[in-house]
């Protein structure tokens, strides 16, 4: 009996010690990437860990960490974001819409001119739609690295007019980049950019180094892509009008898109919608891609457009080229 006390005991420490690690490591990367001073953060590390080294009892211990924590929690917490900043150019503008019954007026939609990823003469144009030509929906999945992480941006389809997609992307401020770390605190706000696929889709096929993009055709009707839309110009009116933190974890470019839908709508949850890189593959699982047939991995290698897009480039009938010969496909509109 006494060595079973001796055993849960010692679960209780150790679960006990991971818990105020977790919370020490995140209260400390808080401080270091959202307080005033990064100095600051190393001061309460050691103070903490100073502490820790010289109170004998634990629960004065965790009485000061405790309360420690819940003052940076607290803190944190009440940090707001902001429309307001200086943006990096090819975020300098958020989209909004207007609906009016069937039209809809799309501002701020980017179709930047690129030399280069680095060199481009950002535009921004305004777009008129209409619903009741929507015809559907194709998710092209991006990949910069690992095959676990990717990014989907969602192009609607339209009888009369040029696809239109979505990505969901931070927000970064002039001088800023991306940090993995960064983006589990308050580093970036988020952002819907509403772009040409010549954007969004070539500047990731011909201008990014190694980047590799994947189109696949969604078995969404016309119906259900307008209610698809609906939801995305709710969302990027939403932001216009009440900012929010972009979490690489719990607010991310696949997770929104997820927290978007209604609650009885959404999918499912499932470990890939978080390591996105396989999302493709939960899709094909699910069959809401056409898949014309094919093993998944058939599919994945037929979807791949970077040659095409490479050899389309600047053709006007770019989006249109990226599409053929790709299984469920169907030709875009110039």
């Given amino acids: 009996m006494r060595s079973k006390m001796k055993i849960l005991r010692c679960m209780a420490i150790a679960i006990l010690a991971i818990v105020l690690l977790a919370a020490f490591a995140w209260a400390v990367g808080a401080l270091y990437y959202d307080g005033p001073a990064r100095w600051l953060a190393a001061v309460q590390a050691v103070a903490i860990v100073t502490v820790f080294g010289c109170i004998r009892r634990w629960w004065p211990k965790l009485a000061i960490f405790g309360g420690w924590f819940a003052l ?76 676990w992480m990717a990014h989907p941006i969602l192009s609607f389809q339209f009888s009369d007019a040029a696809p239109l997609c979505f990505s969901i992307e931070t927000r970064k401020q002039a001088g800023q980049s991306y940090s993995a770390i960064g983006g589990l605190y308050r580093q970036f706000e988020l952002i819907y950019i509403a ?48 900012p929010r933190w972009y979490n690489a974890i719990t607010t991310n470019c696949t997770t929104a898109i997820r927290q978007q839908h209604p609650a009885g709508e959404r999918m499912p949850w499932d470990w890939r919608l978080l390591v996105n890189g ?46 053929e010969g790709r299984p469920g496909l169907l030709p875009a509109v110039k």
């Fill in 195 to 242: 772009a040409d696929e010549r954007d969004v889709i070539r500047l990731r096929s011909n201008f990014r180094k190694d980047e590799q993009v994947y189109l696949y055709h969604s078995v969404a009707t016309p119906a259900e892509a307008r209610l698809r839309l609906g939801e995305y110009l709710s969302a990027l009116n939403d932001l216009r009008a009440n």
């Fill in 278 to 323: 396989k999302a493709d593959e939960l899709m094909y699982e699910n069959r809401s891609i056409a898949t014309g047939g094919l093993p998944f991995a058939e599919l994945k290698r037929r979807a791949l457009i970077n040659p095409a897009a490479r050899a389309a480039n600047q053709a006007p009938d770019f989006s249109a080229r990226i599409r």
């Fill in 72 to 147: 940076v929690l607290t803190w944190w917490l009440a940090l707001k974001p902001t429309n307001l900043g200086d943006w990096q150019p090819d975020v300098a503008q958020l989209a909004w819409a207007e609906v009016n019954g069937d039209e809809v007026t799309l501002h701020n939609v980017r179709n930047c001119e690129y030399r280069s990823e680095e060199d481009f003469t950002p535009h921004w144009e305004t777009r008129q739609l209409r619903l009741s030509h929507l015809t559907g929906i194709d998710i092209a999945v991006t990949y910069w690295g690992s095959p």
